[in-house]
Structure formats: structure tokens, C-alpha cells
């Protein structure tokens, strides 16, 4: 399985960004895809993760209600939107993929490089 990210940049507070996550080597219809990500000083967490299928979708509860996962199958791409941007949303994003759901389980087997995302005040 080969991930690559990008879509990260530079964004003021209260912008959005979306960041994408191009999927191959696999039939990803039972896949667990998600977004992490990793500030400077801090440990990995998770942002969102879904099943491919789209029936399941979790998100951190720093981001309810601001970011969306999603995925386009055509494509093969998942797809992180994320709006009303915060300093504190400044990290490192990286998507994973793993070859089944199970929720509430974030051990993920597939990583894509990271894409930054640096949110100004």
C-alpha cells in the first residue's frame, strides 16, 4: 500500500485548507483510512478516520464540527477539509491506512509521508 499526502500550507486563522491522500496497491473496500497529525513537542493523535465504505466515521473533539475525512473512490483519494483553522491546529498531517475497521483502534499499518500545516494567528 503506497499513501501519498500533500495540500498543506500556510493559512491564516479562521481559513481552510484540504488535504489530500492519494491510495494505491490495494482494493481499499474494507480499509480504515485516517489523518493524523503531530505538533512540534507533542505525540502523534488522531484527527479522523473512516471506514472506506463511509458507513463509519470518528473524529478527535478538537476538530468536530471544522474538519470532514471523506474519499473518492474513482480517485482512490481521501480527503481531509479542514475549516475554521487554528494556531493550534499547526502540525505535521499524516493519512494511514489500515486493512480493516475497528473503532476506537488506531494502530495503523500504512503511512504517507507528512504535509505541514502551519495555521498564523
Known amino acids: 500500500v503506497q499513501l501519498q499526502a500533500s495540500g498543506g500550507g500556510l493559512v491564516q486563522a479562521g481559513g481552510s485548507l484540504r488535504l489530500s491522500c492519494a491510495a494505491s496497491g490495494r482494493t481499499f473496500s474494507t480499509y480504515a483510512v485516517g489523518w493524523f497529525r503531530q505538533a512540534p513537542g507533542k505525540e502523534r493523535e488522531i484527527v479522523a478516520t473512516m471506514h472506506w465504505s463511509g458507513g463509519s466515521t470518528i473524529y478527535a473533539d478538537s476538530v468536530k464540527g471544522r474538519f470532514t475525512i471523506s474519499r473518492d473512490n474513482a480517485k482512490v483519494t481521501v480527503y481531509l477539509q479542514m475549516n475554521s483553522l487554528k494556531p493550534e491546529d499547526t502540525a505535521v498531517y499524516y493519512c494511514?491506512?489500515?486493512?480493516?475497521?475497528?473503532?476506537?483502534?488506531?494502530?495503523?499499518?500504512?503511512w504517507g509521508q507528512g504535509t505541514q500545516v502551519t495555521v498564523s494567528s
Open positions: 494511514a491506512a489500515r486493512s480493516y475497521w475497528r473503532s476506537g483502534d488506531y494502530r495503523y499499518d500504512y
